[in-house]
């Protein structure tokens, strides 16, 4: 009940095109939803995150969509790049306390073609 | 400008003989993370602290230790590394507090270990 399941496990996309990962979860706790990306040789680095209370977040060329009933939140990328071939981690995470612990899901890895 | 910092990047060591590994941080954050990835997979919490409270994880295997002398520096010690034992391993701080849950946690680059 603890996982978030992500796909596709990799993903190729052409520039200018859009790419799409998505992650289901189990817990109802999770409160928060955040996505890390992932160059090689680099630790992740936080890109966007969303609360339940939204349905869409939206910064830049990279959205969030989440379906509470579903338990159900995707990562859009408009207009990708060849600078966003990165691993892209979803992640969910309980307020637990006042530390977060982040279960993440099993990464996408994105390759933008030129 | 460096916020979380690991040090080495690459360490290679024997099979068994003692490791320790070294994170410290330049945004005086209370939490400080330390995760274990290994080959295309995601991070996996090994345990944390929040000041000097330690948490460990219920899987993390007695071979992994952590001491916090202060707030800045956080250190991994693996006692017996195995060949199993090989991967990123990745520090990582948030600030800390009520809605820590919703916290951004903030990577160090990481240090790739190799057992020999």
């Known amino acids: 009940q603890q996982q978030v399941k992500q796909s596709p496990q990799s993903l190729i996309v052409q520039k200018g095109g859009i790419s799409i990962i998505n992650c289901a979860y189990e817990?109802?706790?999770?409160?928060?939803f955040p996505w890390y990306q992932q160059f090689p040789g680099k630790g992740p680095a936080l890109l966007i995150a969303?609360?339940?209370?939204?349905s869409e977040k939206k910064e830049g060329r990279f959205t969030i969509s989440f379906n509470k009933s579903a338990k159900q939140f995707s990562l859009h990328i408009m207009d990708s790049q060849p600078g966003d071939s990165a691993t892209y981690f979803c992640a969910a995470s309980t307020g637990s306390g006042n530390t977060g612990k982040l279960i993440f899901g099993q990464g996408t890895t994105l390759q933008v073609k030129p | 400008d460096a916020m979380v910092i690991q040090n080495p990047r690459y360490q290679v060591t024997q099979f068994g003989k003692p490791v320790t590994l070294s994170c410290s941080q330049t945004l005086n954050h209370n939490v400080m993370y330390w995760y274990q990835q290994k080959s295309s997979q995601a991070p996996k919490l090994l345990f944390h602290?929040?000041?000097?409270?330690?948490?460990n994880e219920a899987d993390t295997p007695d071979n992994f230790q952590s001491r916090r002398p202060n707030t800045s520096f956080c250190f991994l010690d693996i006692r017996s590394p195995g060949l199993g034992d090989a991967a990123m391993y990745l520090c990582?701080?948030?600030?800390?507090?009520?809605?820590?849950?919703?916290?951004?946690?903030?990577f160090g680059p990481g240090t790739r270990l190799l057992v020999l």
């Open positions: 602290y929040y000041d000097k409270d330690f948490n």
């Open positions: 990582a701080t948030s600030r800390g507090g009520l809605a820590g849950g919703q916290e951004t946690q903030y």
């Open positions: 969303i609360r339940p209370d939204v």
């Open positions: 817990n109802t706790a999770f409160d928060y």
